[in-house]
């Protein structure tokens, strides 16, 4: 690794928006790529750029846990954790089931409490660090097809801003990036189903990855504790 090398511990990144987050930090800003995700896709694709990467699960803190062990014993450092994660379960709210409610508040709230354990310690350490979390568009807005999401994402916004007024002053920095609608290919979308995003069109896999790009630079070194929409402008709350 050289000098001016960063690294960026990218959870979820066996395909969609996690592999385009990897992909775009390791091809634009030459971002050392450590990557976890329940396939071994994860691994291939850090390779492939460079990096290294294992199998494991986001709502596991041990495996949450070798991911960071394996960024430090590789390069010595962590500037950036990107926490994505996968789909919960999509029933009518009252058919969800205790273990499907319990699934969702591991994956998309525990996930990011668990990883901020273990990595405020070294950032505190280093004297500060980024924190970008693949959210959805739903948390303000709720869609009654995303109960479990919409639910413990809007608890994860309320955490963030909580943990940013806890450790901004240690220069911690994090934010949540809130997809709308989103394709590795948007044009594979039938033209019935984007009539009510203002853009007329689903976003990329690629779009995505550019907003947190711009969440883990110095562009954006003043932001913390945000929630930023990404979603064609379909969101009606100012």
Known sequence: MTGTSKVAVVVGAGSGIGAAVARELATRDGYKIVALSPSGKTKALAEELGGVGLAGSNCSTEDLQAVVDL?????GRIDLVVNGSGHAASDPVLEITDEDWETGMQMYLMNVVRMCRIITPHFEANGGGTIVNISTSSPFEPNPKYPVSATFRAALASFTKLYTDEYGPKGIRMNNVL????K????TVPDAWVQK?????A????????AV???????SSYMTGQNVRVDGGVARGV
């Open 71 to 75: 960024a430090l014993e590789a390069y």
């Open 184 to 187: 590795e290919d948007p044009s």
């Open 197 to 201: 995003i203002p853009l007329r069109r």
């Open 203 to 210: 976003a990329s896999s690629a779009e995505i990855a550019k």
């Open 213 to 219: 790009r711009f969440l883990a630079s110095e562009e």
């Open 179 to 182: 997809p709308g609608f989103t």
